[in-house]
């Protein structure tokens, strides 16, 4: 028996980093990518795994974490869909604002700033219109991805007196992915 | 294996097919059968003799709604899934169809039995659910009286006209016939127009012993004597069991529709 697979797990988790990274969206007058020196926020860096020191960040950074397996639905006579909810955590660590001993408010305003553009994008576009899906072998799009929730929310505090721990937020998504088979 | 709970089948190992097309989107499927409880109160008895009428059989398929056309819908209006033209769904169209169920084995190697219903007349489903929600349709209708069968699964064969037509299959004996059929239903096709947007008539017969023989051939005398209401035959539909290895799609029935 010759079984066939699609990777969806990774392939998930790249081309969200990519929807992130190319997105356009508009606030008030402006239209910009999330990221980057053209974008709303220009020194936030998009990291395709969490973090392994915090003391060496010092700028602001999104990363994705390891994508969990949320749902499996085979829930057609004949099994003939292959069906799964994975859940993207995205952790956000916000420092490096404002003047050093007064950036408090600078990286709070930063912090809720990003977090709501997330759930906007996520919640309103994603789900509506779904996030296109690529195969990270052929590079080709073979699907879409429907966001069908998106839950967000500050950290508690650890550590205060690492900068990167003190504006923590996790923005989590739960993302459908159905494989169609042909009649 | 041991005789644990993995004994019982579960029934997402059934296989829908709707005249030849393989359902992959079915999450529904309930088949019974109408039934009337008979009691006889009888003089002398202190207890009433009691007895069940199986009227007809009733079906409900629910399919998870998609973006292209719905194979069921085009069926039961009489239009060819094939056909990629806009379609119109309505109640004038509506027509019967065959409707049965394979079940594959634990390691989904062949079918293990089945069951089917003839005849199925469902009412025009519209789209429900939530806006959040799949969209789902959900289809409810009567038909004739369900056969299961244990050990074989059904199969068709649609074969043009002539007098002695190889189907190109053998088609295993139904049990329990004497003398014996080697189809479970026939239907008498009028096929006019050219595929996808051909127009297909359609009239079910009884089966008889020469209908279709232990080779697999198809006697078309047969089915034009107990014509009533077709005049002209092109093709005919054969729903028969059998017994072979593979499941769909390495073994697949052929579809009414071209």
């Keep these: 028996m010759t079984l066939t697979m699609q990777r969806t797990l990774p392939n998930i988790v790249s081309s969200v980093l990519r929807y992130l990274k190319d997105t356009q969206y508009t606030v008030g007058p402006d239209t910009k990518v999330l990221s980057g020196p053209s974008g709303f926020f220009t020194d936030l860096l998009l990291f395709p795994a969490y973090p392994d020191d915090l003391t060496k960040i010092k700028t602001p950074i999104l990363a994705l974490g390891t994508t969990e397996l949320s749902k499996f639905d085979p829930d057609t006579y004949g099994s003939a ?7 993207l955590p995205l952790y956000g660590f916000v420092c490096g604002q404002g003047k050093p001993g007064t950036s408090d408010s ?78 | 294996m041991a005789l644990e709970g993995r004994r019982f089948r ?7 097919f ?52 719905n194979a069921i819908l085009d069926l039961i209006t009489g239009q060819s899934p094939l056909d990629t033209a806009p379609h119109r769904y309505q109640v004038d169209d509506l027509t019967s169809v065959h409707v049965w169920a394979n079940v594959k084995d634990t390691k989904n190697t062949k079918y293990v039995k089945c069951w089917f219903m003839g005849g199925w007349s469902p009412g025009l489903p519209m789209p429900s659910g939530n806006p959040e929600a799949k969209a789902e349709v959900q289809m409810a209708g009567n038909g004739h009286l369900p056969v299961e069968f244990q050990g074989a699964f059904i199969l068709m064969k649609k074969v043009a006209s002539g007098a002695s037509v190889a189907m190109g299959d053998t088609p295993f004996p139904v049990p329990g016939t004497s003398p014996t059929l080697y189809a479970v239903s026939v239907k008498a096709l009028n096929i006019t127009g050219v595929a996808p947007t051909e127009v297909i008539n359609q009239e ?44 769909y799609p390495a073994v697949k029935p052929d579809k009414l529709y071209a």
Excluded: C, W
Excluded at chain 2, 218 to 226: Q, R
């Design chain 1, 81 to 87: 869909t292959f069906g799964i909810t994975v859940r």
């Design chain 1, 106 to 183: 600078a990286n709070k305003a930063y912090r809720d700033k990003l977090l709501s553009d997330l759930v906007e994008l996520f919640s309103q576009d994603a789900s509506n219109q779904g996030i296109p899906l690529f195969d990270a072998v052929s590079k080709q799009e073979i699907g879409e991805i429907e966001v069908v929730h998106v839950s967000a929310r500050a950290l508690p505090v650890n550590a205060p007196n690492i900068d990167a721990d003190r504006y923590k937020f996790i923005v989590e998504i739960d993302a459908a992915y159905t494989s169609i088979t042909s009649q």
């Design chain 2, 204 to 247: 079910e017969v009884g089966v008889t012993p020469g209908m279709v023989t232990v080779a697999g051939n198809v006697v078309f005398a047969e089915i034009v004597a107990l014509l009533t209401e077709l005049t002209s035959v092109t093709h005919a539909a054969v729903y028969y069991l059998s017994t072979g290895t593979g499941v």
């Design chain 2, 10 to 16: 579960r029934r997402k190992k059934e296989d829908v």
């Design chain 2, 18 to 69: 709707v005249e030849g097309y393989f359902i992959d989107h079915a999450n529904i499927s309930t088949p019974d059968i109408n039934k009337t409880d008979e009691t006889f109160h009888l003089y002398g008895k202190d207890s009433p003799e009691t007895d069940v009428q199986h009227n007809f059989g009733v079906l409900t398929l629910g399919v998870l709604d998609k973006y292209t056309n």
